[in-house]
Structures are given as structure tokens and as C-alpha cells.
């Protein structure tokens, strides 16, 4: 089946760890995206890359990173630097002439303890 | 991006339609607008995209009135299972450098038995 995988579900770190949350898919899609999204909010975009080997800052790309090795993967790296690292945080794909139909994850919940 | 602007919730009952309205006065000659779904604790869904007039799916139907400053999405006959945030998008669909998607708060829809 084709879909976007994102893993852990679930995951809690201590504060001033790294962590890196994972996202694949295999729709063959050339754009990746992620987004952040806290409670009673709307989502809001953290990193985006269209092609492999390239990215570019969303909105709110500060205390995050991100690396585009391979068309399938998208990892994020929330780092010690990102102030408020709690989040539900969404990876989606789109393989359109736009952004405006995009495949979502199911979603990674992070929380920062 | 244009800005839209939503009610923050509304209220239904099982078997009605539901009409749900996005203003955009500022929207561009070239954008088009894109409506979303999210269930809790999951990624959002792809439910329509138009330009003017009237688009129907599977799903929903959305209209545009000429001027094109608002748009409605309509759901026809909802359940339970419509209980959802739903989100208005308006920009561009074209390809470039402006691959950002802006998602508001939407509207939560409650679907009461």
C-alpha cells in the first residue's frame, strides 16, 4: 500500500536531548514536509524540500533541522536549541504541480519531559 | 498567501447538510482554494480544491461565488463521523518556490446524534 510512515507514535525525551523523528513514503513523491502542530492550533510549517538534496525553512524552522538524502526519507532533528519541543508533530508529501494536495502521517507525539 | 477567515466551531445533527463559509477578500487572481480535514491526533485530509464556481466530489461540494471572496464548503447528510476540524486554504497552485501551505485554526464541525 502507498502511504507516508511515520515513527515512533509516541515519544518522550528530557530535555536538552536531541531527538530525531523519522518519515518515509512511498508515493514517490518529489516534495516532503513538516509541520508542528500544538493543542487548539492549526499546523504550522517547520521545513519543506521539493527535491532530493535541497530544503528550505517554513515559518518556524528554528531549533530544528533536517536532512533530504533520499526522495523516500525526511528525517527531523528537534534539537537542545528548540525552546518549546512539545508537539504533535505532522510529515506529508505532495506530488502535485503545487503544495495544495498534500498526504499526511499519522503523526509523531512528542513530549519533552 | 490570502488570509481566511472561519468560524472557529459550529454545530450539526446527523443527516443534515452543513454549509461551512471562508471569507478571503485579499485573495489573487491566480490562487485557487483548498478545503482540508482533520480527525484528532491525526494528519489532515485532502477533501477539495476549486477556482470558481462549483466543484462536487465523493466527499463535498464547494462553492464560489463570482467575485470569489468567500467559499463554502457544503457537506451533504452528515454523521457522526463528520466530527472534524475543517480547514479553508487559499494561494497559488502552480509550481515554483512558493510551496507553503498556511493552515489556520479552521472550523471544528460537532455532529450531535
Known amino acids: 500500500d502507498g502511504g507516508i510512515t511515520q515513527s515512533p507514535k509516541y515519544l518522550f525525551r528530557k530535555e536538552g536531548q536531541n531527538v530525531t523523528l523519522s518519515c518515509e513514503q512511498n508515493l514517490n513523491h518529489d516534495a516532503m514536509y513538516w509541520y508542528r502542530q500544538d493543542p487548539g492550533q492549526g499546523l504550522r510549517l517547520i521545513y519543506y524540500?521539493?527535491?532530493?538534496?535541497?530544503?528550505q525553512k517554513g515559518d518556524i524552522a528554528e531549533g530544528y533541522s533536517v536532512s533530504r538524502e533520499k526522495k523516500e526519507s525526511f528525517p527531523l532533528t528537534v534539537t537542545s536549541a528548540q525552546k518549546n519541543p512539545t508537539a504533535f508533530y505532522l510529515c506529508?508529501?505532495?506530488?502535485?504541480?503545487?503544495?495544495?494536495?498534500?498526504?499526511f502521517g499519522p503523526g509523531t507525539r512528542l513530549t519533552v519531559l | 498567501l490570502a488570509k481566511t477567515t472561519q468560524p472557529i466551531s459550529m454545530d450539526s445533527y446527523e443527516g443534515q447538510e452543513v454549509n461551512i463559509t471562508c471569507s478571503h477578500n485579499n485573495i489573487a487572481t491566480n490562487d485557487y482554494i483548498t478545503w482540508y480535514q482533520q480527525f484528532p491526533s491525526q494528519g489532515p485530509r485532502f477533501i477539495i480544491q476549486g477556482y470558481k464556481t462549483k466543484v462536487t466530489n465523493e466527499v463535498a461540494s464547494l462553492f464560489i461565488p463570482a467575485d470569489r471572496k468567500s467559499s463554502t464548503l457544503s457537506l451533504p447528510r452528515v454523521s457522526l463521523s463528520d466530527t472534524a476540524v475543517y480547514y479553508c486554504?487559499?494561494?497559488?497552485?502552480?509550481?515554483?518556490?512558493?510551496?507553503?501551505?498556511?493552515f489556520g485554526k479552521g472550523t471544528l464541525l460537532t455532529v450531535n446524534p
Open positions: 524540500s521539493q527535491i532530493v538534496n535541497d530544503f
Open positions: 506529508a508529501s505532495g506530488g502535485g504541480t503545487g503544495p495544495w494536495e498534500q498526504f
Open positions: 486554504l487559499v494561494g497559488k497552485n502552480s509550481g515554483g518556490s512558493n510551496y507553503k501551505l498556511t
